[in-house]
């Protein structure tokens, strides 16, 4: 069956993922070439860099109007490369947008071409943990060859506990196994030998014992309570003049529509929200900045979402 390591974080997860996927595909040494959303997270970055490849090897696929890598273009331009492939990343919530790209289609046209597909779900993963109506946010992740899951973004499990999983785990001891001279050989798999790390903390405790704590109804109720509260905030951002190109998750981004007055406004409105005590971030994403809500927080309520909507309409207003 499936299994994995536990890692520092999402990305060590998924450089993990992807110099196993290298590895098994005969592909070390190689200037093999990473397929991804144009949204992809920058851990695929340091991936290449750490793999020995340039940045060029990052081939990044254009996205549809939500934000979802789009699967006939992508069919479109592995069809053209010629350079080898290592994997194809799809991602279960973009950093800015929290889109989730369409993984059944992604999943298929991966094993049609006999290639690995590493799915980055260090934001969206975790709903595949919960409900039915959960589950189907993020359907067919258990497609990939490779999953990277950060359970203490979304359900408050305390840091470290990201894991990355695959389809096959005795792929993680043959791409990193090195014999050590001075111990013993180990009767089975030894846990050093999986990945990166070798001194290894007890993460997989803080996980488990977490996720003991929730159950499936305090997991269920985490993951509702994030979306209900994101609804609500787009629901009351809507009659603003705002672009607002958010995801189905609980992450929501808007400036406004003018594009041009997104810099100075984005500034001044998140210090006006900070005085307040609410914290959004301000990304720039396809050279716009935005103000990013992030709707984790089971202690975020009604009232906050109230505040942050009138200073939101005030700045706007002024």
């Given at each position: 069956g499936a299994g994995g390591i536990m890692a520092s974080g999402g990305t060590i997860c998924t450089i993990t993922a992807l110099v196993t996927a290298r590895h098994q595909r005969g592909l070390d040494g190689q200037q093999a070439c990473l397929y991804a959303s144009a949204d992809c997270h920058n851990s695929l970055a340091k991936a290449l860099r750490v793999m020995g490849l340039p940045a060029a090897a990052l081939r990044?696929?254009?996205?549809?109007?939500?934000?979802?890598?789009?699967?006939?273009?992508?069919?479109?331009?592995?069809?053209?490369e010629t350079d080898p492939i290592l994997a194809v990343v799809a991602t279960a919530g973009t950093t800015v947008r929290g889109a989730v790209d369409p993984i059944g289609p992604i999943a298929d046209i991966c094993h049609r071409r006999g290639?690995?597909?590493?799915?980055?779900?260090?934001?969206?993963?975790?709903?595949?943990?919960?409900?039915?109506?959960?589950?189907?946010?993020?359907?067919?992740?258990?497609?990939?060859?490779?999953?990277?899951?950060?359970p203490q973004k979304w359900l408050g499990i305390a840091k470290a506990s990201a894991m990355v999983l695959l389809r096959q785990p005795q792929a993680l001891a043959d791409t990193f196994a090195a014999p050590?001279?001075?111990?013993?050989?180990?009767?089975?798999?030894?846990?050093?030998?999986?990945?990166?790390?070798?001194?290894?903390?007890?993460?997989?405790?803080?996980?488990?014992?977490g996720l003991r704590h929730l159950g499936q109804?305090?997991?269920?109720?985490?993951?509702?309570?994030?979306?209900?509260?994101?609804?609500?905030?787009?629901?009351?951002l809507a009659p603003l003049p705002l672009a607002m190109p958010s995801g189905n998750l609980h992450i929501v981004c808007f400036r406004p529509r003018t594009a041009g007055s997104s810099e100075a406004w984005s500034r001044h409105t998140?210090?006006?929200?900070?005085?307040?005590?609410?914290?959004?971030?301000?990304?720039?994403?396809?050279?716009?900045?935005?103000?990013?809500?992030?709707?984790?927080?089971?202690?975020t309520g009604m009232q906050q979402i109230a505040a942050l909507v009138d200073t939101i309409s005030a700045s706007l207003s002024s």
């Amino acid at each position: 069956g499936a299994g994995g390591i536990m890692a520092s974080g999402g990305t060590i997860c998924t450089i993990t993922a992807l110099v196993t996927a290298r590895h098994q595909r005969g592909l070390d040494g190689q200037q093999a070439c990473l397929y991804a959303s144009a949204d992809c997270h920058n851990s695929l970055a340091k991936a290449l860099r750490v793999m020995g490849l340039p940045a060029a090897a990052l081939r990044l696929v254009s996205t549809d109007d939500a934000g979802r890598l789009d699967p006939h273009r992508l069919d479109q331009s592995l069809e053209k490369e010629t350079d080898p492939i290592l994997a194809v990343v799809a991602t279960a919530g973009t950093t800015v947008r929290g889109a989730v790209d369409p993984i059944g289609p992604i999943a298929d046209i991966c094993h049609r071409r006999g290639l690995w597909l590493h799915v980055d779900g260090a934001i969206g993963a975790v709903c595949g943990l919960g409900g039915q109506r959960h589950q189907e946010l993020v359907a067919h992740m258990g497609c990939a060859d490779s999953l990277t899951i950060n359970p203490q973004k979304w359900l408050g499990i305390a840091k470290a506990s990201a894991m990355v999983l695959l389809r096959q785990p005795q792929a993680l001891a043959d791409t990193f196994a090195a014999p050590l001279a001075y111990m013993e050989p180990a009767r089975g798999v030894h846990g050093g030998d999986c990945g990166l790390q070798g001194t290894r903390p007890a993460e997989v405790l803080k996980l488990w014992l977490g996720l003991r704590h929730l159950g499936q109804q305090g997991i269920d109720e985490l993951l509702d309570g994030a979306l209900q509260r994101a609804q609500t905030l787009r629901q009351a951002l809507a009659p603003l003049p705002l672009a607002m190109p958010s995801g189905n998750l609980h992450i929501v981004c808007f400036r406004p529509r003018t594009a041009g007055s997104s810099e100075a406004w984005s500034r001044h409105t998140r210090e006006q929200l900070l005085d307040q005590g609410l914290m959004l971030s301000r990304p720039r994403y396809r050279g716009q900045h935005y103000l990013k809500a992030v709707l984790g927080n089971p202690f975020t309520g009604m009232q906050q979402i109230a505040a942050l909507v009138d200073t939101i309409s005030a700045s706007l207003s002024s």
